[in-house]
Structure formats: structure tokens, C-alpha cells
């Protein structure tokens, strides 16, 4: 039984992401679960193993196999079952190892944007007492990678996905535009004239690249770049904004 589970934002690939408060979580926690996420995501692991190092933590660390989603159910069973499937792994892993204290785990980026380890923890059952740590977003790498402001003076901005931007477009009464897990490359579904784009992939991370200026002019570049490093690491995560 999970009695207590901590959700420690780690940033974006930097130990120097996870703040003081997320360090001591750390060293606090009894046991820590690690996902390995198969062939060819070695290193997503490999960076959580360098943050506990970094932070001093004495925890029992335990590996679980992340399951895959199953493409033959509709997005959002799709979603749902693969959630059921990841709380029963941390039960399963949990029991296991029978810690005497509170449950850890790194999640990348921050627990509270477009991550949902919150909802899969509403799964354990019994529910547990639930701490979250805040870390640095995909979004405040990206802008100060970029060195560049979220917000145009007085202007929204709408934080939302490729399938979103796929399916609906570029939302109205909106000047920036920050597009997250998106696998497909969305961006160049847009009438590109008058928007410009700041593109990121492996924010935070040795690996770190980045690319921006008027999309007319570097959406084929990003896109090749984007290829070819998906395919030298077998995976890659990229956010980006967009102005018009």
C-alpha cells in the first residue's frame, strides 16, 4: 500500500532544474520508482539515476517496466487503460518492496502541466496522501533557452497540443501559441505567413537544440532536424511557440 506518494518535478533533463525543495524530497523519500521505457530510452532513465545522485538520496530505488498504449482502442480508452495499467505497476512494485515511508517519483518537467501522473495516482487504491513538488516546465526552458518573454505586452497566450492544434487549428483571440507533446509536427499544418516559431528539443539536456525565426523560412529545417535526431536517439521530446 502507497500511503504516501511525492511527485518531484525534475525539470527538463538538468539536475540544476530540480529545486532545493524537490532535492530534500528526495533524500526524505523511503523508496523511489524509476520507469524504464524501453529500447532506446535508456538515457530518460540514465538522468533520473543522475538527479538522485546529485540530490544524495539514500532511497531503494525500484524499476518498472512503463506499458505501451494500445493503438486499437480510441484515444481516449486509449488514454484511460493505459493509466489503469501504470497505477497497478507502481502497486504492483510498491508491494514488492514494502518501503517503510514515503513513495517518490521523478516526474519530468512539472506535475501540474500536461502530465498526469496527478490523475493516474487517483487510481491506487487506497488512495494515497499526496505532496506535489514543483519543477521547472518544458515552457520556462524553452523561453529562457530562447531568451525571450512567454507573453506579447497585454496578449493571451493558450497552451495546448499538437493533436489540438491538428484538430482545431490556431485559436481564436490568441497572439502566442505554446504546442506541447507533439509527435507529428504540427506546426506545419499552419498557413505559415506572419507567424514566427521557437523550437526546442531535449530542453535542459547536453543534447539540448534549438531553432527559431519566421516559419516560412525554418519549418523544413526544423522538421529535418527534428528527423534526424528522433532517429540518432530512437526518441525525442520538442516544444515550441508561436506568434503571429
Known amino acids: 500500500m502507497i500511503r504516501d506518494l511525492w511527485l518531484v518535478g525534475i525539470g527538463t533533463g538538468s539536475p540544476a532544474h530540480v529545486t532545493i525543495e524537490g532535492m530534500q524530497a528526495l533524500r526524505d523519500a523511503a523508496l523511489i520508482l524509476i520507469p524504464h521505457k524501453g529500447a532506446g530510452k535508456d538515457d530518460l532513465a540514465g538522468m533520473r539515476h543522475a538527479i538522485l545522485q546529485a540530490s544524495g538520496s539514500t532511497a531503494h530505488v525500484v524499476p518498472f517496466d512503463y506499458p505501451v498504449r494500445d493503438p486499437a482502442l480510441p484515444y481516449q480508452a486509449r488514454v484511460a487503460a493505459w493509466h489503469d495499467e501504470i497505477a497497478r505497476r507502481w502497486q504492483a512494485a ?8 514515503p513513495v517518490a517519483l521523478l516526474v519530468w518537467g512539472d506535475p501540474s502541466l500536461y502530465d498526469s501522473t496527478m490523475r493516474i495516482a487517483t ?46 487549428g490556431w485559436p ?32 535542459g539536456m547536453p543534447e539540448q537544440i534549438l531553432d527559431s525565426g519566421p516559419l516560412t523560412e525554418v519549418r523544413d529545417r526544423i522538421l529535418a532536424t527534428r528527423k534526424d535526431a528522433r532517429a540518432r536517439h530512437g526518441w525525442i521530446m520538442d516544444t515550441y511557440l508561436l506568434q503571429r
Not at 94 to 101: F, H, I, K, S, Y
Not at 185 to 197: C, E, H, K, Q, Y
Open 172 to 203: 481564436e483571440g490568441t497572439d502566442t501559441l505554446v504546442v506541447m507533446l507533439d509527435g507529428e509536427a504540427r506546426f506545419m499544418d499552419l498557413p505559415p505567413d506572419g507567424v514566427t516559431i521557437w523550437w526546442g528539443a531535449f530542453l
Open 94 to 101: 510498491v508491494t514488492d518492496a514494502a518501503p517503510d515511508g
Open 123 to 168: 487510481r491506487l487504491d487506497p488512495a494515497p496522501r499526496l505532496r506535489v513538488v514543483p519543477g521547472i516546465t518544458a515552457i520556462q526552458a524553452l523561453t529562457a533557452a530562447h531568451a525571450i518573454p512567454l507573453n506579447t505586452v497585454n496578449g493571451p497566450v493558450q497552451i495546448t497540443t499538437g493533436r489540438r492544434l491538428h484538430d482545431a
